[in-house]
């Protein structure tokens, strides 16, 4: 069969498809496993460099693979995808992961440890929370809505309203009893999300760089801590645009034949991260807006010439760049260095 260099996995919850290639780049393993046989084969195969796909359990087969001795190598999907030629099937996703694992300047993923996993637990478990929260109380809304009972904006409104309710003796009997299952179920969300942030806060104060970066404006807690957790390794990006970059919020390229031609952003990068940083300068602008927080002139002539969600996603770019300059240098936020600088 031949030395085998290189082996492209294409993994699944129950089948997963291997393709090897040798040192002459040929074709030397073409073999379909069941997942309980996976470990038991590489077990016996001498160590080598196993190519995955960056997706659910990637990392635990990672870190397994690692165990017995190989290199193992994830791949964002998107970086993958170019390799597969023609039809799409389980074959041809293994034999592009192994193809695209030659590349010279191929960008992996690294592999998280068990402990990071269950740090990154807690910032998906309270985004999914929160969007069931959100959820429940826009159907609570709605259905009140139907009984001319409305509330201002606002998570801080749905439990007045709910007293309201409660309170109506003109409402049929059944829907108070409806609208008492959704308020206690509305209750329980908001206990649950409040014990998973008090874990967040306290997982905050424990690291250093955390509340080094919350020390800028527009990164608050827990969009520092999603910063340290989301990010492999702050030095393996050559600056803060190509960091930036990483997370989405660069314009996408359409340049030709000389041409700039610069469209929206690409929101390639991790979604919740993105969306921290929104938020965060969001917030930042409303400030800037009534008055108050950081005095940024470029920031004011932005808002001048520039509608407030342009803005607050050119400043999320901005962001996303200076907390990469403190997570490589290890500074602290200087807002000296946010201000124009005097003409020599």
């Given at each position: 069969m031949g030395e085998i260099i290189r082996i492209g996995m294409d993994t699944s919850k129950a089948v997963f498809q291997l393709h090897g290639v040798n040192r002459a780049e040929?074709?030397?393993?073409?073999?379909?496993?069941?997942r309980g046989a996976v470990l038991a084969f590489f077990a016996k195969l001498e160590p080598t460099v196993v190519v995955l796909e960056a997706c659910a359990a990637s990392h635990h087969?990672?870190?397994?693979l690692e165990k017995l001795g190989h290199e193992a190598r994830l791949i964002p999907p998107q970086y993958s995808k170019a390799y597969v030629k023609r039809n799409k099937n389980d074959a041809a996703d293994a034999a592009g992961l192994c193809e695209a694992g030659s590349?010279?300047?191929?960008r992996y993923v690294p592999i998280k440890s068990t402990e990071e996993q269950?740090?990154?637990m807690l910032t998906s478990t309270r985004d999914l929370?929160?969007?069931?929260?959100t959820q429940l109380s826009n159907a609570i809304r709605g259905h009140a809505a139907e009984f001319g009972l409305v509330a201002a904006k606002g998570q801080d409104k749905i439990e007045p309203l709910l007293e309201?309710?409660?309170?109506?003796?003109?409402?049929?009997?059944?829907?108070?009893?409806?609208?008492?299952?959704?308020g206690r179920q509305y209750a329980q969300l908001d206990a649950r999300i409040e014990e998973i942030e008090h874990e967040l806060k306290a997982w905050f104060k424990t690291s250093e760089e955390a509340r080094r970066l919350a020390d800028a404006p527009g990164l608050g807690p827990i969009t520092a801590s999603l910063l340290v957790m989301k990010t492999p390794d702050p030095k393996s990006f050559k600056s803060g645009r190509d960091f930036?970059?990483?997370i989405g919020l660069t314009p996408k390229d359409h340049s030709t034949a000389g041409r700039l031609r610069l469209g929206v952003i690409t929101r390639a990068g991790d979604e919740a991260l993105r969306s921290a940083l929104v938020c965060g300068a969001t917030s930042v602008i409303k400030q800037v807006q009534r008055g108050k927080g950081p005095n940024w002139p470029w920031l004011k002539a932005?808002?001048?010439?520039?509608?407030p969600k342009l803005a607050a996603v050119a400043l999320a770019n901005k962001l996303a760049r200076i907390a990469w300059k403190m997570m490589t240098t290890g500074e602290r936020f200087r807002p000296e260095e946010m201000q124009p600088r005097a003409a020599a």
């Open positions: 040929e074709v030397v393993l073409r073999r379909k496993l069941r087969w990672g870190r397994e590349r010279p300047h191929m269950a740090d990154l929370l929160v969007r069931e929260r309201r309710i409660a309170a109506d003796r003109s409402l049929p009997e059944r829907a108070r009893k409806l609208f008492e299952i959704l930036a970059a990483w932005l808002l001048a010439r520039k509608p």
